[in-house]
């Protein structure tokens, strides 16, 4: 395999777990601005768009990054997934453009209860049902369900891939329920002196992992029949086969038990109210859940006939791509950096919002 598509799958994975970690918790938000009840649910609303204003958009060039590495890098599985997840894939983005529209036409339309209520509703649905929608595309890619023949045609068609199995449809709800929780843990270190306010978010971020646990559970389940590629990687070492097999395993399985002890970090931050320790372990979980999934796909790109270095392009594009990352990581990673920095002070000062 030519170390080059290793490569640039390594940034691929690396590109998806800050996208989990960062844009994971806008969507988050959308969620619990869906479920603000109870006597401060106007603040908690407000505390929502304060938080994701300023760079929630920015967050999405992770995202982009990935689309790119993938159309330039690894063309075939790009026109194979685009075939096999076409219905899934044209819903989220619908929901992503929807999801940025509700949330600035909220701020700039007409200002009236009635407005506000009807954009804030488009905001929060589209927040729930873009990432249970980006978790099926990843259950469904890790499934083995999309086939392809010897020319690279689908031959699964656009529904088979993602309606044939729970497993998908699991590890969608175990993305809003990650994607929630981080939203929770960020949003209670938001409030900040608001001791009521940040134990709302505090108690959320506690259901929000209760609900990750099950939905964890009941994937790892259907894995065995619905995922089973991710099923070996889990639990590789406990079941018969090859040395190599055993190795591999072994290293997701370390992964995963890391994840597990991020987990109980978490649990036990938000039960002890250690804010700012959950804001550090529970991004941590969630990253290292992203890189597990890869971990137990590796070398694939889309299970369970598409291994990397079959799908990748000539090693000529894959050197110009990684010296175009090169050169723009240099110019992107500090402008966001700035961005952050330039945002969190304002706020210090003079209250204004910022991502936390």
């Not at 044939?164 to 709800?173: A, E, H, K, M």
Request: net charge positive.
């Amino acid at each position: 395999m030519p170390a080059e598509a290793t490569i640039v799958a390594a940034v691929m994975a690396l590109a998806l777990v800050i996208y989990a970690v960062t844009g994971g918790a806008d969507y988050g938000g959308g969620v619990w601005d869906l479920l603000a009840r109870g006597p401060r649910a106007r603040a908690q609303r407000t505390l929502i768009e304060r938080a994701i204003g300023p760079i929630w958009e920015a967050n999405h060039v992770w995202l982009i990054l990935v689309v790119v590495l993938l159309f330039s890098c690894f063309p075939r599985g790009y026109a194979v997934l685009g075939t096999a997840l076409h219905i899934p894939l044209t819903l989220a983005l619908i929901g992503i453009i929807a999801r940025g529209a509700a949330f600035t036409f909220r701020h700039y339309d007409v200002r009236d209860a009635a407005h506000e209520r009807g954009w804030g509703l488009v905001f929060s649905i589209a927040s729930l049902l873009t990432p249970l929608l980006l978790g099926v595309i990843v259950g469904s890619v890790a499934s083995g369900a999309i086939r392809v023949d010897a020319r690279g045609v689908v031959t699964s068609g656009y529904f088979t891939p993602w309606t044939t199995s729970l497993f998908p449809w699991l590890v969608g709800l175990l993305t809003v329920a990650l994607f929630a929780l981080l939203a929770a843990v960020y949003l209670a270190v938001e409030a900040g002196d608001d001791d009521a306010l940040a134990d709302d978010f505090r108690r959320r971020a506690l259901a929000a992992m209760g609900a990750a646990t099950v939905c964890a559970a009941a994937a790892l389940l259907a894995a065995r029949d619905g995922a089973p590629r991710v099923w070996a990687g889990l639990l590789g070492p406990l079941l018969p086969g090859s040395d190599a097999d055993r190795d591999a395993s072994a290293l997701a399985l370390g992964l995963h038990a890391a994840t597990g002890l991020c987990a109980l970090a978490t649990i036990g931050s938000l039960l002890t109210r250690r804010l700012k320790h959950a804001r550090l372990v529970a991004p941590a979980f969630v990253g290292l859940v992203v890189l597990g999934w890869a971990a137990s796909q590796y070398p694939l790109v889309i299970a369970p006939d598409l291994e990397i270095a079959a799908v990748a392009a000539p090693r000529p594009v894959l050197r110009a791509v990684l010296a175009a990352l090169a050169v723009g990581s240099v110019l992107l990673i500090p402008a966001l950096v700035l961005l952050f920095r330039l945002f969190k002070g304002r706020d210090a000062k003079s209250g204004s919002p910022h991502h936390g």
